[in-house]
């Protein structure tokens, strides 16, 4: 079989033990398409082990823009008999060998790309005498060679946790805190040796060390997962009434309790909204994709210096480890420290810091606290596929992706982005005939907010809560 490819979409999964490599081979495979102009999506799939079990990653690749997977394979590559067994499908296979960079080269091959590239690629990499000497085997047994044209197209390829640091240094994070918990810990080796970043003890250490940070006018960042931000909601009640400035990056999983370790999951928006007792006000917000990632901790930074308030951005494991290809520039909102270094108390206190329970101050320092942030320029919302019509799907974060690949062509997609403060978007529901809500949760909790909000109860659900993804082929369906 030897034909160009000119107009398609490929789905390409690489299966395999943990400690095989199946990261490696996608990583470079989806970087090389990249170089070739071509739109590019990948997902992790893994189980929490050091070596052994089952691990995909699942490629998806076209010449129009992608930004999720599909249930159908067209290359299965299986380091392992088990990745044959579990991905059952009859289209191209490529196994029989244990190294992986054996099926690098058979891959270039079967997509007609220059080995040259892939030996730049590999130069990076140790052990490079090794590795080009398996490509080349692979590249030169392999048979089957389609050819994918090379486009003259430039796109940025990172994945949400790139975004979150990327965005944070831009918005000029001054140190890090964090205790390792998936899917959060990769923030951690995003920015260590670009930003001061620590490990403490505990969840509990690293929110309390962020906020004495703060008071001094440093600009902090924590991060966690469900688990972990648990344990800092006393804290974050802390900074609502001492009204001190941080940002906490939370990646939810599955819950609860240790949950699915390397699941995927947005149980943990009422979490975000509702943790912490009394009374104070807090920003959540939910990006989609790697560009939003990056814009949306910038304005998260800008909220809590300006209002003094905690802000929260709310990911999950499939953005944060997904890669995705774009052509946007995000736009990074600039924001100026304002701390002064006064008493902070976790008391009611005057505004100098002193502990004080007069009436008509407590009720002053309430109602500040609950009505912090004025009349802003940021998006909250967006409208995707046919603004005309009746059909809306709603929803927020990581399932942007699959919606907008799944969009069939009448129906329209509201993004939610900001989800406290909430944004106006009773207009539009009102305007639906029928509305769907897509969420990756049992109970679907934004469906929840929504009413509570704006009165309109959702009654079309489409929810997944088996720690998995939506995959675009199947939400289609669905929605149809």
Not at 327 to 343: D, H
Not at 405 to 413: G, R
Request: charged share 25%; aromatic share 10%.
């Amino acid at each position: 079989m030897n034909y160009v490819l000119r107009k398609m979409k490929v789905n390409i999964v690489v299966g395999g033990k943990a400690g095989q490599g199946p990261n490696i081979v996608t990583h470079i495979l989806a970087e090389s398409l990249i170089d070739y102009g071509w739109h590019v999506f990948y997902s992790r799939e893994y189980e929490s082990l050091i070596r052994g079990g089952h691990n995909f990653n699942t490629l998806t690749f076209s010449d129009s823009p992608v930004y999720s997977n599909e249930s159908k394979i067209d290359i299965l590559v299986c380091l392992d008999e088990a990745t044959e067994k579990k991905h059952k499908t009859k289209v191209l296979i490529l196994k029989g060998k244990t190294e992986n960079m054996y099926y690098l080269g058979a891959l270039f091959k079967v997509l007609g790309m220059d080995f040259k590239l892939l030996e730049e690629k590999l130069k990076k990499l140790k052990n490079f005498e090794e590795n080009l000497r398996n490509a080349k085997d692979g590249f030169e047994k392999e048979k089957t060679r389609w050819n994918i044209y090379k486009k003259v197209k430039e796109f940025s390829f990172m994945n949400g946790s790139q975004g979150i640091a990327e965005g944070s240094i831009k918005a000029g994070l001054d140190f890090y805190f964090a205790y390792p918990m998936t899917p959060a810990t990769p923030i951690l080796f995003e920015l260590a040796g670009k930003k001061p970043t620590i490990e403490l003890e505990n969840e509990i250490a690293v929110i309390t060390a962020a906020l004495g940070a703060s008071i001094t006018g440093t600009k902090t960042m924590v991060g966690t997962s469900g688990g972990g931000f648990d344990l800092m909601t006393e804290s974050l009640s802390m900074a609502g009434m001492a009204e001190i400035p941080v940002v906490t990056y939370l990646a939810s999983r599955p819950g609860p309790s240790t949950g699915v370790a390397t699941g995927t999951g947005q149980g943990d928006l009422n979490l975000a909204l509702y943790s912490g007792h009394g009374e104070f006000f807090r920003l959540v917000v939910a990006p989609g994709n790697p560009d939003e990632c990056q814009e949306l901790v910038s304005q998260a930074f800008y909220f809590s210096q300006k209002y003094k308030i905690p802000a929260i951005v709310l990911s999950d494991k499939h953005l944060a480890e997904s890669f995705y290809s774009s052509e946007e520039t995000p736009e990074i909102q600039e924001s100026k420290k304002t701390t002064e270094l006064i008493r902070y108390n976790s008391y009611e206190h005057t505004q100098s810091g002193e502990a004080t329970e007069q009436a008509e101050q407590v009720k002053k320092n309430v109602e500040r606290r609950l009505k912090k942030i004025g009349k802003e320029k940021f998006v909250m919302h967006k409208i995707y596929g046919n603004k005309n019509a009746k059909n809306l799907v709603v929803s927020y974060g990581s399932t942007k992706g699959a919606i907008i690949d799944a969009l069939p062509d009448n129906f329209k997609f509201l993004q939610i982005l900001y989800l406290s403060p909430f944004p106006d978007i009773k207009k539009e529901l009102e305007k639906a005939e029928k509305i769907i809500l897509v969420e990756n949760s049992a109970t679907g909790m934004l469906g929840d907010l929504i009413r509570k909000e704006t009165g309109v109860e959702i009654k079309n659900k489409i929810l997944r809560y088996d720690g998995k993804p939506f995959l675009s082929d199947e939400l289609r369906g669905e929605l149809k």
